[in-house]
């Protein structure tokens, strides 16, 4: 346990990680600490510095770098998952919930919550190149439409 400086308020301050795909529960649990103010400046990285009097919750879940079991199912064999996102003017890196640190690519791309996992020949037919070694695919809201219809609309990818 080094590394954790314990929160005064919080103790090891404990956030449940998700997965990195779905959302669900990754079974993994991280132990923040003491949360040190964020600052945060247009285009540039977020910055942490100490602040004696700022002693932050942790958040109830934070995503995780990796998978859960399902999805780690799903891409073992052989299918490829993909995750809904509509663009976004860019914003800053750091909104107010404590810990989470957005990749600047992503900060742009908000998620809708709809994501598809296919398999990897499909993903071939359908986007004309084989799938990613990654296996994880942000798609855009419009594509997104055309291959699996609006958010409530039943279409088959074809
Ligand atoms: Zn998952």
């Not at 959302?23 to 602040?51: E, F, M, Q, V, W």
């Not at 900060?107 to 084989?130: D, P």
Request: include cysteine.
């Amino acid at each position: 346990m080094s590394g954790i400086r314990l929160s005064p308020k919080h103790g090891v301050n404990p956030s449940l990680l998700v997965c990195f795909a779905c959302g669900d529960d990754s079974g993994g649990i991280a132990l923040l600490g003491r949360i040190r103010k964020p600052t945060a400046t247009p285009g540039r990285p977020t910055i942490h510095r100490d602040d004696d009097d700022f002693d932050a919750q942790a958040p109830r879940y934070m995503r995780d770098t990796g998978l859960c079991p399902r999805c780690t199912e799903a891409v073992a064999s052989g299918g490829v998952i993909l995750i809904e996102v509509r663009e976004q003017p860019k914003r800053p890196a750091y909104e107010g919930g404590a810990g989470e640190t957005l990749d600047p690519k992503e900060a742009e791309q908000i998620r809708t919550g709809r994501m598809w996992a296919i398999k990897g020949e499909a993903f071939a037919r359908i986007f004309n190149e084989a799938p990613p070694a990654k296996r994880l695919v942000f798609i855009g809201s419009d594509a997104a439409a055309l291959i699996f219809g609006k958010p409530g609309e039943k279409k088959e990818p074809t």
